[in-house]
T-cell receptor
Framework: KNEVEQSPQNLTAQEGEFITINCSYS?????LHWLQQHPGGGIVSLFM???GKKKHGRLIATINIQEKHSSLHITASHPRDSAVYIC??????????FGTGTRLQVFP | EPEVTQTPSHQVTQMGQEVILRCVPI?????FYWYRQILGQKVEFLVS????????KSEIFDDQFSVERPDGSNFTLKIRSTKLEDSAMYFC????????????FGPGTRLLVL
């Protein structure tokens, strides 16, 4: 069973487009994380959310606890945003439970 | 900016050999983790470590695996007798606190078992 589901699995966009990646989960969480995995494999934490909305530069993350849903938005997308974006959950322990990721390609 | 480092970046080994993957977590962090990612699959939790003992481990982390913090800076993952299915990218991570806390990931060690 998958506790966390992401959509879409793959996404292509033209430079400048507004992008939305969705994450739904089925369990009670203490926090939800959005991470970015670069083509070389490295993982970078973008956001950690337990409620509401966070913004960092062109990235915005929102979460709706009642609906068990989170979105990651990228405004004015750029080719350097091309990566895999991963939603991960923290339940009542320390470990992260990862989703399968959304592969984003932004073309010039 | 402080970062988690891992060595080696790549390791090739023969089935049945022992491997040790090394990590240097961020210096003021107290919680340490190992995750792995088999090629084409999602990242999976292996083990968490705090105060010189394992806090939690997954079903993957069987008797072939062990972790150690041999000194004040290194955090190691040992696989005693590698199997073909251990081929994966292994990520170390650390965090300052537990629970609702950002985890900082190292660049990974790509392990190939032949």
């Amino acid at each position: 069973k998958n506790e966390v589901e992401q959509s879409p699995q793959n996404l292509t966009a033209q430079e400048g487009e507004f992008i939305t990646i969705n994450c739904s989960y089925s369990v009670g969480i203490s926090a939800l994380h959005w991470l970015q995995q670069h083509p070389g494999g490295g993982i970078v934490s973008l956001f950690m959310l337990s409620s509401g909305k966070k913004k960092h530069g062109r990235l915005i993350a929102t979460i709706n606890i009642q609906e068990k849903h989170s979105s990651l938005h990228i405004t004015a997308s750029h080719p350097r945003d091309s990566a895999v974006y991963i939603c991960a959950l923290t339940l009542n322990t320390d470990k992260l439970i990862f989703g399968t990721g959304t592969r984003l390609q932004v073309f010039p | 900016e402080p970062e988690v480092t891992q060595t080696p970046s790549h390791q090739v080994t023969q089935m049945g050999q022992e491997v040790i993957l090394r990590c240097v977590p961020i210096s003021n962090h107290l919680y340490f983790y190992w995750y792995r990612q088999i090629l084409g699959q999602k990242v999976e939790f292996l083990v968490s470590f705090y105060n010189n003992e394992i806090s939690e481990k997954s079903e993957i982390f069987d008797d072939q695996f062990s972790v150690e913090r041999p000194d004040g800076s290194n955090f190691t993952l040992k696989i005693r007798s590698t199997k073909l299915e251990d081929s994966a990218m292994y990520f170390c991570a650390s965090s300052e606190q537990r629970g609702e806390e950002t985890q900082y990931f190292g660049p990974g060690t790509r392990l190939l078992v032949l």
